[in-house]
């Protein structure tokens, strides 16, 4: 079975495609993204910030139980129609990785269902594989925490 | 096949999948990974050189210095290293979804 969300990134590029398919008519679908406690919801950050207009900006923020901030993000809104497509940029506050640039498109498939290509350009071909393998990078750190919780527990 | 057990190996040890994670944000050079650690430059330079032959590593000569960085090219079965990034938006997106859904009943 082909996965509802398709990640595209060939070698030597330094953009990465993600498309994915909603059992959602395409106005849910483009509010999903413009109204700040759906973001909320859905992402799981708080919006600090979200001016859904040409040359606004956003800003999105995590935080653990005792208040330290574990993820902090924010970007320029360069483009926004509705039901059509969003122009942004990206950010990852205090880190290495360069501010990158992405176009959502939103596309109506019919009533019920709808599309979003999101294409993500990156500075560099390096810094884009960066970005592609961090969660995998995460993800078998965790899983050793994960171990290590497990261990502890035994002792 | 081969392959798929060596990266097996590899990411088995704590210090290996530590160094896998200090790379994937930056390229770093081998004092600069090593000084993340208490072991000697030996150790870690044992630690670099199995993850550079089981290609999750690349090497980048910058002047005088090498830089370690996760090998995006030598990675034959790089959608492994990718099925993490395709997940976590995956995930993301179906969030999207029943968050939607939801609020599509409540009106």
Known sequence: MEHKTIVKAEKEKQEILITRTFDLPIHLLFKAYTEADLVEQWMGNKVLKLENKPHGSYQFEKKDEKGNVLFRANGSIHTVNEN?????????????FPVQLEFLDFEAINSETSKLIMKIVFKSVVDRDNMLQLPFAQGINMAHNELQKVIGQLK | MKLRRDVFQAIADPTRRTIISLVALQALTPTAIAENFDYSRQTISKHIQILTECEILGQEQKGREIYYRLNPNGMKEI???IEPFRKLWDDRFNKLESVMKNYKSEK
């Open chain 1, 84 to 96: 059509q497509n969003i122009i942004r940029t990206f950010e990852m506050e205090n880190t290495p």
């Open chain 2, 79 to 81: 959608a492994d290293f």
